[in-house]
Structures are given as structure tokens and as C-alpha cells.
T-cell receptor, first 111, second 113 residues
């Protein structure tokens, strides 16, 4: 059973701080990793994809992947109250390319 | 443009009704997906269509019937649903199955009474 684990939170950070979200996965053969942001009552929005070991930066977001440790993380710099949402880690885990989601981490950014 | 559209936004139906959910994308994607999401849970995969052929059916009850009329459209036909089927139904699309990014539509909030 392929699994993706996330700390459910809530993770609370002050405005302007760095928020660090973490995810581990069980399938060592996984190659593709995604972070989605989901506001309450809305659908998931893709914010980052990462396929290679190392860091990938996009604006205030940095995704980090370590395949040896089966670990992927998302850093949000200069956190804003508008970043308050649930962040879903997803891994391509099936032979047909379906996403396996973690349970999500709820982030709260306090003004 | 990464837009996936879904109609209706909200749907209330009785257990004896028949209704359909619709999804459309114009990104030239060849894979389309239906997910079900209950409150405070991650999305759960229901069906995958790849090149208009059903490639994954995650043991979903037969009261849910998917249809892919063409590469841009995806329907989910609903019949004789149960109250526990109330959820947010999400459509997604991607260039193909596998490593490609999946983009979600806004979802249909379904309530079964």
C-alpha cells in the first residue's frame, strides 16, 4: 500500500515568517511530486511540481526533494495571511499515473 | 490557460433522482479524472480516462457511471445515490497519465437528501 504522510497540523506561523511543510512517501520508485493548496470549500490548486533531487524555487515558494530519504518539503517565505490554507502533498504512485495524496497540513498565518 | 470548468457548482438530489455532472477542458489534455472529496479528507480517485478510454475504475459503486464523449469532455452520471455520497466532486485533467501535472476544476458540491 503506497502511502504519503503529512503532519496534519495546524501549523501556525506569524506573518512574514517562513512556513515549512513536510511530506514523506513510502514508494521508493516514485518520481513525480506535487504540492497543492486548498482553501476551505475550494478545489486544490497546483502550486509546485518537483521531479529531481534538490530545490526548486518559484517566487516565495521553494520545494525540496530528497529521494534517498523519501522526503519532500515546501517552504513558504514571507508568509502572508492569504497563505492560510490546507497544503496537500501528492505523489504519482500508480502504474496508471494516479496521484496519491497525503491528508494535508493546515497552515494558519497570523497577522 | 489552465482552466477546467465544471457544472453545476452545487447540486441537491434525492435518492431516486438521476443527474449528471459535467467537466470540460480546452488545454488539449488527453487524461481526465474524477475525484471525490469528503470534508477534511484528501481527494480520492474514482476514475481515470486516458485518450478517451477508461483506464482506472477504483472499485466505485455502479450508481456512479463515467462517460468521456470526447477528449475535452467528461461526465459523471449519478443514479440512486445514498446520503453518504454527499461530497465535493472534482474533475482534473493532465497532458497524459504518469508524471504530468494535474489541474483541478472548481468542483461540484453534491448533497444527497
Amino acid at each position: 500500500q503506497k502511502e504519503v504522510e503529512q503532519n496534519s497540523g495546524p501549523l501556525s506561523v506569524p506573518e512574514g515568517a517562513i512556513a515549512s511543510l513536510n511530506c514523506t512517501y513510502s514508494d521508493r520508485g516514485s518520481q513525480s511530486f506535487f504540492w497543492y493548496r486548498q482553501y476551505s470549500g475550494k478545489s486544490p490548486e497546483l502550486i509546485m511540481s518537483i521531479y529531481s533531487n534538490g530545490d526548486k524555487e518559484d517566487g516565495r515558494f521553494t520545494a525540496q526533494l530528497n529521494k534517498a530519504s523519501q522526503y519532500v518539503s515546501l517552504l513558504i517565505r514571507d508568509s502572508q495571511p492569504s497563505d492560510s490554507a490546507t497544503y496537500l502533498c501528492a505523489v504519482v504512485g500508480g502504474s496508471q499515473g494516479n496521484l496519491i495524496f497525503g491528508k494535508g497540513t493546515k497552515l494558519s498565518v497570523k497577522p | 490557460d489552465t482552466e477546467v470548468t465544471q457544472t453545476p457548482k452545487h447540486l441537491v438530489m434525492g435518492m431516486t433522482n438521476k443527474k449528471s455532472l459535467k467537466c470540460e477542458q480546452h488545454m488539449g489534455h488527453r487524461a481526465m479524472y474524477w475525484y471525490k472529496q469528503k470534508a477534511k479528507k484528501p481527494p480520492e480517485l474514482m476514475f481515470v480516462y486516458s485518450y478517451e478510454k477508461l483506464s482506472i475504475n477504483e472499485s466505485v459503486p455502479s450508481r456512479f457511471s463515467p462517460e468521456c464523449p470526447n477528449s475535452s469532455l467528461l461526465n459523471l452520471h449519478l443514479h440512486a445515490l445514498q446520503p453518504e455520497d454527499s461530497a465535493l466532486y472534482l474533475c482534473a485533467s493532465s497532458r497524459g497519465t504518469g508524471a504530468y501535472e494535474q489541474y483541478f476544476g472548481p468542483g461540484t458540491r453534491l448533497t444527497v437528501t
